[in-house]
């Protein structure tokens, strides 16, 4: 009997546990490697953060009149189309819990759990961290929330002894959750891989603290039973990792802003340099060796091209990185606003090239090896299948049987009769497609295939300002446009058939592999070959029919055109202009206005998609300036661009705004940088002190900089638009000239450098007096320096400078796009630094 009972008390105490071994079939070896336990194949994932049972997306889905469920079946089933394999959430612990801690089952828990059961039937795991500490406002003001984190606020719940409780008791809670639509525990979920405690933790006090803190979550974590991997954030408070490495915990999270947060526009140049290399300050210890990787967060925020994705995930593996998550994707039904985090845009439908560029890091993720090291830049822009290029804006997947790229590509696969899946933005040698939306075709049998065309999407504002509901950013177009595919397993002519619900297109043959298609998801079935499945039919994880975007929201044309700043005098010009319309226009010019002369007529040239194209001549760029705008024809009229004007009659007295291009001469110097006009966009650390000035007696301003710390105070600004008229003259420029002066009346020292767009990065010292004069260097004088990590990343503790320049390199003038200008410390005899003086920047010129 006591025999009995006693194997009895085994099983009740063993089985929980068992059960949890069986659901969470995840251990950390002894390498800190997280494995399968059933394979022990390394445990790898990629995807994204997204929010829409919480905060301020749930808020907007209530103001917009959208159903939080509709809008997580659209974006979790792009999801699937960008191979995503990983969900994380902080969860904002403050809208499902009270100050006890108790868990509060609401409307926001009942959404999470909803979202976590269309990812399971999608294949996509997750990690979740049940607290966040933050407030449910950003960006707007937090509402009167119920949990403790409002009770308590971040830095108290570290350290107030009733916070701590009531901390405990959630995440008890919260793990002994069972998903009403799984009929699961989350401490029992399969497709939970793991637990992070909380979200960027930032601690004071003792190494000793930290870990008595991290243990009594965990205590409290695993009195459910639960055997999951716990993580806990080591990006913060690294001065106390001692206490994380002590702590039982299996593994630690990372993140990476690489361009920083908030410059407020779009960050412009080759930032490949600042994603090289993700260096662990304690990357040796012994301890963080035997501990998992995951990143919680990542971004290049700011930046609004598509190569650089691809990048950061191989600098994660290289680092040991197991799995990582985007932050963040915005919801599709307010992603035309960027509002919820507007220094951060991801969206299949809104930001295609980028999201294919997430795809293609995910696969980076899945398939280079865990700390594979492939150099430095630029030799590591080539890893694997990958390549990334800045000066193509372009990031390529080539495998035997995948295609993945995003942006216009002439490369060409090994073997196009083995390919099974393609997906891009743009033309390549197997796809031309003229829209700018994306596209994905995969191979269901032989002979057979699925395409799906998403929506035109067009950027008409920069969407890294300052954002609002009533601000669109970017307008969806469903246009019809030429496409052509050429796989030989389809053939040159085949059979085209309508798949999802409300596409009224008519199943139709291709000629030559050419036709005209507008978004929307089709079977592609080969002449003469014979299939068995439907509309309806299943494969992989989607529905053939399954297709997802917003309706057309372009309600006006739109003209978008940069003017040339500059140009040489004695040259043509070049212009370029998007017009974006609901059909093709019926006709497109330019009007030059030149002073005391009849306006003169120039074509503009449809050269593709949205794009024309024309020409100014240099007989008409006479004076110091040249006006013009863009006329287009729809509909039998015709308006003016950029005022929009109809049935101007007296072009040199009716119309309210022109493009206006400066003409100089070719000896005249090149404008780098001028405080007045490039101000804003330059890259550099926030100083409260700085100030833009007017000098009236120059007639123009200077940009004061004085920094408060002894260290390196470096800047940096891309010029590329400001000298896009003026390339020419660029080579027969030999000096580089700072004009400003050094502040309070102490002399200063400076590093004047030129950047490359291929990284290539050379400079040279100058000293700067108190009085205001322009000051030279030779340009045959620079010499090659560091690449400044700018904006400066976070975590802080990444590299402050890079060497990215070629030994055996020089400096290319016909290369340059970036100027960095670094304040230097002074020195003493003894080598010990002094306050810096400060500078004011009126320009920097090519002489």
Same mark, same amino acid.
């Not at 140049?269 to 090289?276: K, Q, S």
């Given at each position: 009997?006591?025999?009995?009972?006693?194997?009895?008390?085994?099983?009740?105490?063993?089985?929980?546990?068992?059960?949890?071994?069986?659901?969470?079939?995840?251990?950390?070896?002894?390498?800190?490697?997280? =494995?399968?336990?059933?394979?022990?194949?390394?445990?790898?994932?990629? #995807?994204?953060?997204?929010?829409?049972?919480?905060?301020?997306?749930?808020?907007?889905?209530?103001?917009?009149?959208?159903?939080?469920?509709?809008?997580?079946?659209?974006?979790?089933?792009?999801?699937?189309?960008?191979?995503?394999?990983?969900?994380?959430?902080?969860?904002?612990?403050?809208?499902?819990?009270?100050?006890?801690?108790?868990?509060?089952?609401?409307?926001?828990?009942?959404?999470?759990?909803?979202?976590?059961?269309?990812?399971?039937?999608?294949?996509?795991?997750?990690?979740?961290?049940?607290?966040?500490?933050?407030?449910?406002?950003?960006?707007?003001?937090?509402?009167?929330?119920?949990?403790?984190?409002?009770?308590?606020?971040?830095?108290?719940?570290?350290?107030?002894?009733?916070?701590?409780?009531?901390?405990?008791?959630?995440?008890?809670?919260?793990?002994?959750?069972?998903?009403?639509? &799984?009929?699961?525990?989350?401490?029992?979920?399969?497709?939970?891989?793991?637990?992070?405690?909380?979200?960027?933790?930032?601690?004071?006090?003792?190494?000793?603290?930290?870990?008595?803190?991290?243990?009594?979550?965990?205590?409290?974590?695993?009195?459910?039973?639960?055997?999951?991997?716990?993580?806990?954030?080591?990006?913060?408070?690294?001065?106390?990792?001692?206490?994380?490495?002590?702590?039982?915990?299996?593994?630690?999270?990372?993140?990476?802003?690489?361009?920083?947060?908030?410059?407020?526009?779009?960050?412009?140049?080759?930032?490949?340099?600042?994603?090289?290399?993700?260096?662990?300050?304690?990357?040796?210890?012994?301890?963080?060796?035997?501990?998992?990787?995951?990143?919680?967060?990542?971004?290049?925020?700011?930046?609004?091209?598509?190569? +650089?994705?691809?990048?950061?995930?191989?600098?994660?593996?290289?680092?040991?990185?197991?799995?990582?998550?985007?932050?963040?994707?915005?919801?599709?039904?307010?992603?035309?606003?960027?509002?919820?985090?507007?220094?951060?845009?991801?969206?299949?439908?809104?930001?295609?090239?980028?999201?294919?560029? @997430?795809? +293609?890091?995910?696969?980076?993720?899945?398939?280079?090896?865990?700390?594979?090291?492939?150099?430095?830049?630029?030799?590591?822009?080539?890893?694997?299948?990958?390549?990334?290029?800045?000066?193509?804006?372009?990031?390529?997947?080539?495998?035997?049987?995948?295609?993945?790229?995003?942006?216009?590509?002439?490369?060409?696969?090994?073997?196009?009769?083995?390919?099974?899946?393609?997906?891009?933005?743009?033309?390549?040698?197997?796809?031309?497609?003229?829209?700018?939306?994306?596209?994905?075709?995969?191979?269901?049998?032989?002979?057979?295939?699925?395409?799906?065309?998403?929506?035109?999407?067009?950027?008409?504002?920069?969407?890294?300002?300052?954002?609002?509901?009533?601000?669109?950013?970017?307008?969806?177009?469903?246009?019809?446009?030429?496409?052509?595919?050429?796989?030989?397993?389809?053939?040159?002519?085949?059979? *085209?058939?309508?798949?999802?619900?409300?596409?009224?297109?008519?199943?139709?043959?291709?000629?030559?592999?050419?036709?005209?298609?507008?978004?929307?998801?089709?079977?592609?079935?080969?002449?003469?070959?014979? $299939?068995?499945? &439907?509309?309806?039919?299943?494969?992989?994880?989607?529905?053939?029919?399954?297709?997802?975007?917003?309706?057309?929201?372009?309600?006006?044309?739109?003209?978008?055109?940069?003017?040339?700043?500059?140009?040489?005098?004695?040259?043509?010009?070049?212009?370029?202009?998007?017009?974006?319309?609901?059909?093709?226009?019926?006709?497109?010019?330019?009007?030059?206005?030149?002073?005391?002369?009849?306006?003169?007529?120039?074509?503009?040239?449809?050269?593709?998609?949205?794009?024309?194209?024309?020409?100014?001549?240099?007989?008409?760029?006479?004076?110091?300036?040249?006006?013009?705008? *863009?006329?287009?024809?729809?509909?039998?009229?015709?308006?003016?661009?950029?005022?929009?004007?109809?049935? *101007?009659?007296?072009?040199?007295?009716?119309?309210?705004?022109?493009?206006?291009?400066?003409? @100089?001469?070719?000896?005249?110097?090149? $404008?780098?940088?001028?405080?007045?006009?490039?101000?804003?966009?330059?890259?550099?650390?926030?100083?409260?002190?700085?100030?833009?000035?007017?000098?009236?007696?120059?007639?123009?301003?200077?940009?004061? +900089?004085?920094?408060?710390?002894?260290?390196?105070?470096?800047? =940096?600004?891309?010029?590329? $638009?400001?000298?896009?008229?003026?390339?020419?003259?660029?080579?027969?420029?030999?000096?580089?000239?700072?004009?400003?002066?050094?502040?309070?009346?102490?002399?200063?020292?400076?590093?004047?450098?030129?950047? #490359?767009?291929?990284?290539?990065?050379?400079?040279?010292?100058?000293?700067?007096?108190?009085?205001?004069?322009?000051?030279?260097?030779?340009?045959?004088?620079?010499?090659?320096?560091?690449?400044?990590?700018?904006?400066?990343?976070?975590?802080?503790?990444?590299?402050?400078?890079?060497?990215?320049?070629?030994?055996?390199?020089?400096?290319?003038?016909?290369?340059?796009?970036?100027?960095? *200008?670094?304040?230097?410390?002074?020195?003493?005899?003894?080598?010990?630094?002094?306050?810096?003086?400060?500078?004011?920047?009126? $320009?920097?010129?090519?002489?």
């Amino acid at each position: 009997m006591k025999l009995a009972l006693a194997f009895l008390l085994l099983i009740l105490f063993v089985a929980p546990i068992a059960y949890s071994q069986k659901s969470n079939d995840v251990y950390v070896d002894k390498g800190g490697v997280m =494995r399968w336990g059933n394979t022990k194949e390394e445990v790898k994932g990629f #995807g994204v953060n997204y929010t829409v049972p919480f905060a301020y997306a749930y808020r907007v889905a209530k103001q917009l009149n959208v159903s939080p469920e509709k809008a997580i079946d659209d974006d979790v089933y792009h999801f699937s189309r960008l191979g995503f394999d990983l969900y994380r959430v902080h969860v904002w612990d403050t809208e499902i819990s009270d100050t006890l801690g108790n868990l509060l089952e609401n409307e926001h828990l009942r959404l999470l759990d909803y979202a976590l059961k269309k990812m399971k039937d999608r294949g996509i795991r997750f990690v979740l961290t049940p607290i966040a500490y933050w407030g449910n406002g950003w960006p707007e003001k937090d509402e009167k929330t119920p949990g403790f984190s409002r009770k308590y606020g971040k830095a108290a719940c570290l350290t107030n002894p009733d916070a701590i409780k009531a901390q405990q008791n959630y995440l008890y809670q919260f793990l002994n959750h069972v998903n009403p639509y &799984t009929g699961v525990a989350y401490k029992n979920e399969p497709d939970l891989i793991a637990f992070e405690i909380s979200n960027e933790p930032q601690h004071g006090g003792r190494a000793s603290d930290v870990t008595a803190f991290i243990n009594g979550m965990v205590g409290s974590m695993r009195k459910t039973g639960c055997a999951k991997p716990v993580f806990y954030n080591i990006s913060h408070s690294i001065h106390l990792a001692q206490g994380y490495f002590d702590a039982d915990i299996q593994g630690g999270t990372f993140q990476w802003y690489p361009t920083g947060l908030q410059a407020k526009h779009e960050i412009m140049g080759n930032l490949l340099p600042n994603v090289d290399d993700y260096k662990i300050p304690f990357a040796a210890n012994p301890r963080f060796k035997q501990m998992a990787k995951i990143v919680y967060e990542f971004d290049a925020a700011d930046v609004g091209r598509s190569y +650089i994705y691809p990048a950061m995930a191989r600098s994660f593996r290289t680092a040991g990185m197991q799995l990582a998550t985007h932050f963040a994707y915005d919801p599709t039904y307010f992603a035309y606003a960027n509002t919820e985090y507007d220094t951060h845009y991801m969206n299949l439908i809104y930001t295609p090239q980028k999201a294919l560029s @997430l795809k +293609i890091a995910s696969e980076v993720f899945h398939n280079i090896p865990l700390y594979k090291d492939f150099g430095k830049f630029p030799a590591d822009t080539s890893f694997g299948d990958f390549r990334v290029s800045y000066g193509q804006d372009l990031a390529e997947m080539v495998t035997k049987d995948k295609f993945i790229y995003t942006n216009h590509t002439t490369t060409v696969p090994e073997n196009t009769e083995a390919l099974e899946h393609i997906s891009g933005s743009g033309n390549s040698t197997v796809v031309k497609y003229e829209g700018t939306g994306a596209y994905f075709l995969d191979k269901l049998e032989k002979g057979v295939w699925r395409m799906e065309v998403l929506p035109d999407a067009i950027w008409v504002q920069d969407p890294f300002g300052y954002n609002s509901l009533d601000k669109v950013l970017a307008v969806i177009n469903w246009r019809q446009w030429p496409m052509s595919v050429r796989v030989p397993d389809l053939g040159d002519d085949f059979e *085209i058939r309508p798949l999802n619900k409300g596409n009224d297109a008519k199943i139709f043959n291709t000629k030559n592999q050419t036709f005209n298609i507008t978004p929307g998801a089709y079977m592609l079935v080969k002449k003469g070959a014979s $299939n068995k499945l &439907t509309s309806a039919s299943k494969w992989k994880n989607i529905t053939l029919n399954e297709f997802v975007a917003p309706a057309t929201t372009l309600e006006k044309t739109y003209v978008l055109h940069s003017p040339v700043k500059e140009v040489s005098a004695g040259e043509d010009v070049r212009v370029k202009v998007q017009i974006v319309s609901l059909k093709q226009p019926e006709a497109a010019r330019i009007k030059l206005l030149v002073k005391g002369v009849k306006p003169v007529d120039l074509a503009l040239e449809h050269t593709g998609g949205y794009q024309y194209a024309g020409t100014i001549p240099a007989e008409f760029l006479k004076g110091d300036v040249v006006n013009y705008c *863009i006329l287009v024809r729809e509909n039998g009229i015709e308006k003016q661009y950029p005022s929009e004007q109809e049935n *101007i009659k007296d072009w040199n007295n009716e119309v309210d705004k022109l493009f206006e291009t400066h003409i @100089l001469p070719k000896s005249s110097p090149i $404008n780098l940088f001028s405080a007045a006009a490039d101000h804003e966009q330059l890259l550099r650390p926030y100083l409260k002190t700085s100030r833009l000035n007017p000098v009236p007696e120059m007639g123009t301003s200077e940009l004061s +900089i004085y920094p408060e710390k002894a260290e390196q105070y470096a800047m =940096r600004y891309n010029f590329k $638009n400001n000298i896009a008229g003026r390339k020419s003259d660029v080579l027969s420029k030999t000096k580089l000239v700072f004009h400003g002066r050094a502040l309070n009346e102490k002399p200063c020292t400076i590093e004047l450098v030129l950047i #490359g767009k291929d990284g290539s990065v050379y400079g040279a010292t100058l000293n700067v007096k108190p009085e205001s004069s322009a000051y030279a260097m030779l340009l045959a004088d620079l010499k090659k320096t560091d690449f400044i990590s700018l904006p400066r990343p976070y975590p802080g503790f990444l590299p402050y400078s890079i060497n990215t320049t070629p030994e055996a390199g020089k400096l290319d003038l016909s290369n340059i796009e970036t100027l960095q *200008i670094v304040l230097l410390p002074a020195q003493t005899a003894g080598q010990n630094q002094k306050p810096l003086a400060g500078i004011a920047i009126q $320009n920097v010129t090519l002489e």
